[in-house]
């Protein structure tokens, strides 16, 4: 079963370029109701644990201190299927690739400076959330 809860950053590029925004409403017209948001700037602790999964890849380095780089938006989004949904609403990875009307497709630079994180399954929607909020921080 489906999880109705997924997680999401608003990456450094999108933020240093005032699209949050945009994009919360995006993501609030696409039927998501938000459960947790901060507006944080990531260690590069907090940014090497985050990714830990992609240590050994080659952009690891370089994904950190793009991460980094500025301030970040994390938020908890709840919706039916939201992981799925989400994942249709900011598109592929690289813009280029990316649907028209997708978040992506709207607001990413690049492959690399993609505007946003979606979790890509339900239970790294609830790590990446422990990861960043508390129980007390979110709503409901």
Known sequence: MASNRTFTMIKPDAVEANHIGHILAMITDAGFTIK???FTHLSRKDAETFYAVHKERPFFG????YMISGPVVAAILEKDNAVADFRNLI??????????????????????K??????????????????HFSEREIVG
């Open 114 to 131: 993609n505007a946003v994180h979606g979790s890509d399954s339900d239970d790294n929607a609830a790590i990446e959330s422990g990861f």
């Open 36 to 38: 947790a948001m901060k």
């Open 91 to 112: 598109g592929a990875t690289d813009p280029a690739e990316a649907a028209e009307g997708t978040v992506r497709k709207k607001y990413a630079e690049s492959k690399a």
């Open 62 to 65: 370089e994904l950190v201190d």
